[in-house]
């Protein structure tokens, strides 16, 4: 079975097709600027051929063409037909109340999907754009599933979950937290639990997804007790330029001294705050890097800061769930920032961890940077949302058989 991954943004589609006997990437890529005067697509195989050009897509449909022509193209293609595509996989930001699991598309679901657009406004138009272009190639008879970023957070107690806000709220709106990144948290925790060699029910787990979007997720005899972010991606610690969680009144202050309204407010939160926000620099760690190893004041202090908030996390989580087994690290900076990782594990020694500074030093590609005799273990995991995607598709469609 080959299956298609398919993760549409708001002016972007992204896209990796599987063959499912060997679980390997035949072909991946990624439409850029969708909507906009000069489009870009990128296009390369396993085999390290490549395809690519820079031509206009008005929209997700004109996007989902260049992928089907580059997957047949008769150089750079890795199928004959497109028959050879047994089903396409969608992630999905925003599943609400309404999925706590992987489903397949069907009308309803598409229904039901479009009640939730208010939680992800961005987001989920471009989720249903992709679902919507692969009808126009494929048609509707050939299976699509959606896999939500929210479902592995869906375990969650109220406890967890609720805002201290009128109850209210929560029975109209909904307002409540859902966490995002839920598809990497579930593939690095079970991965953690293979290298460990036990069974993810016996682990006390907390993922660290770090990246230009962060989140941290504490995961407790294989379900989540609780995560970082929260009604929206903006909650937990600081991010590349969203801000993380503040004190409510420092919105409302800013909003009353520089006269700005919600949307100007919103976009402040997300766009300019965060490690571009402290840092001046850039929302790309490397460039803060850089800066810090410059002289810059600021990049130090932003370093210091996402360091100090993880570990919080880390410690509250702990707490939380009255104990932990393992500490991961993934995403961009998570498997790639080794004097992030360094700042948040050298003080953890009270928990049960023995950092060993070499093995974090000299990290590859996966495994522990925890000492041997490590009582809680810390690894570095590389995370594959569109791998674990693929497999729920692959379920769907076999169990639907």
């Known amino acids: 079975m080959k299956i298609l991954v398919i993760n549409a943004g708001s002016s972007s589609l992204k896209y990796q097709f599987i063959d499912m006997d060997s679980e390997t990437t035949l072909a991946k890529g990624n439409c850029e600027r969708i909507g906009l005067a000069e489009g870009k697509f990128s296009h390369k195989t396993f085999d390290g051929r490549t395809l690519s050009n820079e031509k206009p897509m008005k929209d997700h449909a004109e996007a989902f063409e260049q992928v089907k022509n580059a997957l047949l193209d008769p150089e750079a293609g890795v199928i004959k037909s497109l028959d050879e595509v047994s089903a396409i996989g969608h992630r999905v930001v925003q599943g609400g109340m309404l999925f706590s699991e992987s489903i397949l598309v069907t009308d309803k679901v598409m229904e039901d999907l479009k009640t939730l657009t208010p939680l992800a406004p961005l987001h989920h138009v471009a989720n249903m754009s992709g679902v919507y272009a692969c009808y126009q190639v494929f048609g509707k008879d050939k299976p699509q599933a959606l896999v939500f970023d929210t479902a592995f957070h869906s375990t969650m107690p109220a406890k967890a979950y609720m805002y201290a806000v009128p109850y209210e709220y929560y029975e109209k709106y909904q307002i409540r937290r859902y966490g995002a990144h839920g598809t990497s948290h579930r593939f690095v925790s079970a991965r953690c639990a293979e290298l460990m060699g036990k069974d993810i029910k016996d682990l006390k787990i907390i993922t660290c997804h770090i990246g230009n979007g962060s989140s941290i997720t504490a ?73 810090e190893d410059a002289g810059n004041e600021r990049a130090k202090l932003t370093h210091e800061m996402l360091s100090y908030q993880i570990k919080k996390y880390i410690g509250a989580y702990t707490a939380a769930m009255n104990g932990v087994d393992a500490i991961v690290f993934t995403a961009g900076l998570g498997e790639n920032q080794y004097r992030l990782r360094k700042m948040v594990c050298e003080d953890l020694e009270y928990l049960g961890v023995k950092f060993d500074e070499a093995k974090n030093d000299q990290f590859r590609a996966e495994g522990p940077i925890s000492a041997d005799d490590s009582r809680v273990k810390v690894y570095v995991i590389p995370t594959n949302e569109e791998l674990l995607i693929a497999r729920d598709t692959k379920a769907l469609v076999e169990a639907q058989k």
């Open 219 to 291: 995961i407790d005899h294989g379900k989540v007790l609780d995560t970082s972010m929260g009604l929206t991606p903006l909650d937990g610690i600081m991010m590349g330029s969203r801000s993380g969680a503040l004190d409510p009144s420092v919105v409302t202050f800013i909003m009353e001294k520089e006269n700005i309204s919600p949307e100007d407010m919103t976009q402040l939160l997300n766009k300019k705050s965060g490690i571009l926000g402290i840092s001046g620099v850039s929302t790309d760690d490397r460039d803060v890097l850089a800066a």
